[in-house]
Each structure stands twice: as structure tokens, then as C-alpha cells.
């Protein structure tokens, strides 16, 4: 089983509606968990780090199921500017100690 | 101001051949990091370091060699180019050490082609 695992998509959502998407990972005794989001040809940059309680930034929310061993993150409302990939990150652990997820390509369609 | 910066952006080359790029932040930040993404996308840490010193050495071909003059500067040199190294190479930077780490900052990225 890969370390980090994510549906690569696309996921194609129409404007406005919620979409959400998940991050398996396989190493019990990871510890850090993030979101990035990367735009065509450009860098990751940070969208939410992962707390155990959950937590949410406007309309993204993002969860933790460690007896699961997955992170979520859901966006609300979706917007044409958040077509991207969605990269999640796993930090602790792992041989690496820190992987990225090969990402999830979502589409957002007016 | 450029946060994390690298040069070249674009980087086109022949196999057999050397070459380096470079990577400078100015967040004060006292880890610093290359990344490989390569055509699928997957993007893998090669190396780290912090204040100068490696901590993290995946596994990489030793024709790849990092080398950081200052814990601003993180430069990765490529020594006998191979047409699978062509991929985007990413900087980043983060202002915690070891292996788990807070917010990473990316650089820009170079776009290395071997043909």
C-alpha cells in the first residue's frame, strides 16, 4: 500500500455546488497533516494545515480520521478560481517523514 | 519581494551535461528543501537542510549534489544530465527543522528539459 494516496480525477463540479475530497495514508504514527494547492505550472502554496478537531476557513473545512487513517477537505459555494490540485501532505512516520499525495485535479464549471 | 527565488526558470540541456541551479530565501527561514515534480505530477523531496547542515537525503542519484553556502542559499548541482531527469525542480523553505515541519514556501520552480 503507497504511503500517501489520493483520487488523481479530475473531478469536474459545477459552480456553486460542495465537493469534497479524501487523503488515505498509511502510517499509523503520522503526526502533521496539510492541504496545498498547486495551479497549472505554478508551486504548491499552503492552503490549511489539518488540526485533529477539524477546522475551516471560510468555505473550505478541512478533517482528520485518524482511526481511518485519511484526511478530507470540502469546499462549499466552489468558485471557477478553485480549479487547481488539491495536494495533501503527511508529515511524521513515513520512511520520507514528509510526503505529498499526487494530488487531486478538480474543475470547477461555470 | 520574492520570498523564494531560483534561477533559471527555464533550463534546456543536453544529456551528459552539468548543471546547477539556485535557490535563495529571504524569510529568514532556517530550512531549506529540494523538490523533483515530475511529468505525472508527483512531487518527492530529494533534500533538506537546515542551517547548512543535511538532514534529510532521500534517494537520489548522486549526480546530484546540494550545496548550501548559507542558510539563505540552497543550490543543487546535476552532474552527467540523464533524459529522466527532466522534470520541474521546486525550492521551498520553512522556518521550523527536522522532519516535521511547519508551512513550506515554495519557489517558482525550474523547468529542467534534457534532450
Known amino acids: 500500500r503507497k504511503e500517501v494516496e489520493q483520487d488523481p480525477g479530475p473531478f469536474n463540479v459545477p459552480e456553486g455546488a460542495t465537493v469534497a475530497f479524501n487523503c488515505t495514508y498509511s502510517?499509523?504514527?503520522?503526526?502533521?497533516f496539510f492541504w496545498y494547492r498547486q495551479d497549472c505550472r505554478k508551486e504548491p502554496k499552503l492552503l490549511m494545515s489539518v488540526y485533529s478537531s477539524g477546522n475551516e476557513d471560510g468555505r473550505f473545512t478541512a478533517q482528520l480520521n485518524r482511526a481511518s487513517q485519511y484526511i478530507s477537505l470540502l469546499i462549499r459555494d466552489s468558485k471557477l478560481s478553485d480549479s487547481a490540485t488539491y495536494l495533501c501532505?503527511?508529515?511524521?512516520?513515513?520512511?520520507?517523514?514528509?510526503?505529498f499525495g499526487k494530488g487531486t485535479h478538480l474543475i470547477i464549471q461555470p | 519581494d520574492t520570498a523564494v527565488s531560483q534561477t533559471p526558470k527555464y533550463l534546456v540541456t543536453q544529456m551528459g551535461n552539468d548543471k546547477s541551479i539556485k535557490c535563495e530565501q529571504n524569510?529568514?527561514?532556517?530550512?531549506m528543501y529540494w523538490y523533483k515534480q515530475d511529468s505525472k505530477k508527483f512531487l518527492k523531496i530529494m533534500f533538506s537542510y537546515n542551517n547548512k547542515e543535511l538532514i534529510i537525503n532521500e534517494t537520489v542519484p548522486n549526480r546530484f549534489s546540494p550545496k548550501s553556502p548559507d542558510k539563505a542559499h540552497l543550490n543543487l548541482h546535476i552532474n552527467s544530465l540523464e533524459l529522466g531527469d527532466s522534470a520541474v525542480y521546486f525550492c521551498?523553505?520553512?522556518?521550523?527543522?527536522?522532519?516535521?515541519?511547519?508551512?513550506?514556501?515554495f519557489g517558482p520552480g525550474t523547468r529542467l528539459t534534457v534532450l
Open positions: 524569510l529568514g527561514h532556517d530550512t
Open positions: 521551498a523553505s520553512s522556518p521550523t527543522s527536522g522532519m516535521y515541519t511547519d508551512t513550506q514556501y
Open positions: 502510517n499509523s504514527a503520522s503526526q502533521s
Open positions: 501532505v503527511v508529515i511524521g512516520g513515513g520512511a520520507d517523514g514528509l510526503t
